[in-house]
C-alpha cells in the first residue's frame, strides 16, 4: 500500500513556474514507477509525465515537453513536477500516481496509487 500527497499547487501567471511535489508513504517508493497526470474541468484526466524506478528513464506528453520536468528522490520518497513557462492551458487539478508496470505506461488505468491532487491555475 503506498500513500501519495501532492503539494506546491497555486495561481500563476501565465510564463511562470511552479514546483509540484508528491510524498510517498511506506518503504517501497523505489519499487514503483511514478507519473502525473491532470484534469481540467469537463476533460479527461490525461497523462503529463512519467519517470521510472530508479529516475534515470522520463517520458512527456507532447503538450509539456521541454517545459514540465519530473524527477524523483528515492531517498526521501519523493516525486517532483517542476513546471516552467506555464500557459494557461495547463491550468488543472495536478495528481500523481504510483505503478507497479515493468513497462512504461501512460494510461491511467496501468496506475495502481493515486494522490488526491492538487490545483495549478494560470491566469493569462
Known amino acids: 500500500q503506498v500513500q501519495l500527497v501532492e503539494s506546491g499547487g497555486g495561481l500563476v501567471q501565465a510564463g511562470g513556474s511552479l514546483r509540484l511535489s508528491c510524498a510517498a508513504s511506506?518503504?517501497?517508493?523505489?519499487?514503483?514507477?511514478m507519473g502525473w497526470f491532470r484534469q481540467a474541468p469537463g476533460k479527461e484526466r490525461e497523462f503529463v509525465a512519467a519517470?521510472?524506478?530508479?529516475?534515470?528513464?522520463?517520458y512527456y506528453a507532447d503538450s509539456v515537453k521541454g517545459r514540465f520536468t519530473i524527477s524523483r528522490d528515492n531517498a526521501k520518497n519523493t516525486v517532483y513536477l517542476q513546471m516552467n513557462s506555464l500557459k494557461p492551458e495547463d491550468t488543472a487539478v495536478y495528481y500523481c500516481?504510483?505503478?507497479?508496470?515493468?513497462?512504461?505506461?501512460?494510461?491511467?488505468?496501468?496506475?495502481?496509487?493515486w494522490g488526491q491532487g492538487t490545483q495549478v491555475t494560470v491566469s493569462s
Open positions: 519517470i521510472n524506478r530508479n529516475g534515470g528513464s522520463t
Open positions: 500516481a504510483a505503478s507497479r508496470s515493468v513497462v512504461r505506461t501512460t494510461d491511467p488505468q496501468n496506475y495502481d496509487y
Open positions: 511506506g518503504r517501497t517508493f523505489s519499487t514503483y514507477r
